[in-house]
C-alpha cells in the first residue's frame, strides 16, 4: 500500500467511555475522530485525521443547490485477537468513484482511500462495539463546495470520513408494499450511484409506506413498471423453490457489495444464484404455489433483513417463519462469522488495519 502523509490531531479526551453498548441505536453516536482531505486546484490536498466536528458552510457552496454529493457505507469489526479489520474498503473506494464520475465529481485514489479508512479506524478502534451483529460502521461521502450558484460541475471537493458504532439497521423483519406511484431510477439516470439525491427523492414515497404500516417500499422498473428493483436501503433477494434469485443490475439498480459478496457466499457453497430479471407476478405466482420461501434485503447496513411480508396492490403475501429459513440466516451468520475471523475469509475481503 502507498504511506500516504496523514496529519492527525488527536482529542484530548475521548468519549467513548460514553457509550452504552448494550443500547446502540442506529447513526446517532459518533466517534471521536473524522478524515478530511479537500480537493483544490485538480488535486487532494492535506488529508487529516482531526476530532470529530461541524463544518463551516458558504451559503452558495454547491452542494446545498444542485446536490453533487455521493456517500459510501461499510463497515469495521474486530478479530476475536482484538485486530480490527475492514470488509471490502477496495470495493467501497472504486464504487465512491464510479458514482463521483457519474456526478462529474473528483475521483478520491483508490489506495489513499483504504490507507485514510485504515488508519481512522486504527485510531478509534476502541469505538468497535464488541457485541456480534453490531459493528463500528464508516461512512465516507464526498460533497462539492464550489461558492457559485450557476449549474456547472464544482471546482472544489471536500472528502470526509466519519464513524459510528452501530446496532443492527432493521431490528426485526420487515414489512414491504410494492411502489406503485413513484419511481425511484430508469437506467441511464443516476440510480446506479450511491448519490443523495437517490435517497432524498425516496423519502416521500417511504413517508406514504409507513403511514400505511410499512417499514419500506419495493421499487419498481422495467418498461411497464412490473420489474422488482430494490428496496429503500437494500438490495433485495428471492428464494423460490430452492433457487436464488436477484434482480440483474441494469442501471437503474445500486451495485451492492453486500450483494456482489453473497452472491459469491451462495456461489461457493454450491447454490443456484440466478441475476435476471424478476417480474411481480412471478413472485405472486411462487407465493400462491407455496413457493416463496425467502425474501431478504442485503446491504451495508442491514447485513441480511429478512422481509416478514409484501403488499401487492390487495394482495398481502406472508412469508414463512424465519425459524424456518435456511439461506438469509446462513448469510447472516456468515458475515458476522467473517467480522470476527470465526469464519475463513476465503475470498480474502478482510483487510487488516
Ligand atoms: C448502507 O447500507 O450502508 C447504506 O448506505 C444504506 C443507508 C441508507 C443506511
Not at 432524498?200 to 428493483?229: E, H, N, R
Not at 433485495?236 to 450483494?259: C, H, N, Q, S, Y
Not at 429459513?325 to 475481503?349: C, Q, S, Y
Request: proline share 5%; net charge negative.
Amino acid at each position: 500500500m502507498v504511506a500516504t502523509q496523514i496529519r492527525t490531531e488527536k482529542v484530548q479526551q475521548s468519549r467513548v467511555q460514553s457509550v452504552d453498548w448494550n443500547n446502540l441505536p442506529f447513526g446517532k453516536i459518533f466517534s471521536d475522530h473524522m478524515f478530511v482531505s479537500d480537493y483544490r486546484n485538480g488535486e487532494w490536498t492535506d488529508d487529516r485525521i482531526v476530532p470529530f466536528g461541524h463544518f463551516t458552510m458558504h451559503p452558495a457552496s454547491m452542494v446545498l443547490h444542485y446536490g453533487q454529493t455521493i456517500f459510501e457505507g461499510m463497515k469495521a469489526s474486530k478479530l476475536a485477537d482484538g485486530t480490527p479489520v475492514l470488509l471490502s474498503p477496495l470495493d467501497h473506494a472504486k464504487r465512491l468513484n464510479a458514482s463521483a464520475r457519474r456526478l462529474m465529481m473528483a475521483e478520491f485514489p483508490e489506495e489513499r482511500f483504504v490507507e485514510a479508512v485504515s488508519q481512522l479506524v486504527a485510531l478509534d478502534q476502541d469505538w468497535i462495539p464488541p457485541a456480534e451483529g453490531s459493528a463500528l460502521y464508516l461512512r465516507p461521502f464526498m460533497f462539492a463546495t464550489d461558492e457559485f450558484i450557476g449549474v456547472r460541475p464544482s471546482d472544489s471537493y471536500r472528502f470526509c470520513i466519519f464513524t459510528a458504532p452501530v446496532g443492527p439497521y432493521y431490528a426485526k423483519p420487515v414489512r414491504l408494499v410494492v411502489e406503485q406511484e413513484y419511481i425511484r431510477a430508469v437506467p441511464g439516470g443516476t440510480g446506479e450511484a450511491k448519490a443523495g439525491g437517490n435517497y432524498a427523492a425516496s423519502l416521500l414515497p417511504a413517508y406514504l409506506a409507513q403511514q400505511k404500516g410499512f417499514d419500506q417500499v419495493v421499487w419498481m422498473g422495467g418498461p411497464k413498471q412490473t420489474q422488482i428493483q430494490e428496496v429503500g436501503t437494500m438490495n433485495i433477494f428471492f428464494v423460490i423453490d430452492g433457487e436464488v434469485v436477484t434482480p440483474a443490475t441494469d442501471g437503474a439498480i445500486l451495485k451492492g457489495i453486500t450483494r456482489k459478496n453473497f452472491i459469491a457466499i451462495l456461489r461457493d457453497k454450491g447454490y443456484q444464484v440466478t441475476e435476471r430479471v424478476v417480474e411481480i407476478d412471478e413472485i405472486v405466482a411462487a407465493h400462491d404455489a407455496g413457493k416463496l420461501e425467502e425474501m431478504f434485503g442485503a446491504g451495508t447496513a442491514a447485513v441480511v433483513s429478512h422481509v416478514a411480508e409484501l403488499q401487492y396492490k390487495d394482495k398481502l403475501m406472508v412469508l414463512p417463519d424465519v425459524a424456518e429459513r435456511k439461506i438469509g440466516p446462513m448469510l447472516k451468520k456468515h458475515i458476522d462469522g467473517l467480522r470476527t475471523g470465526a469464519v475463513e475469509d476465503k475470498f480474502n475481503w478482510l483487510v487488516r488495519v
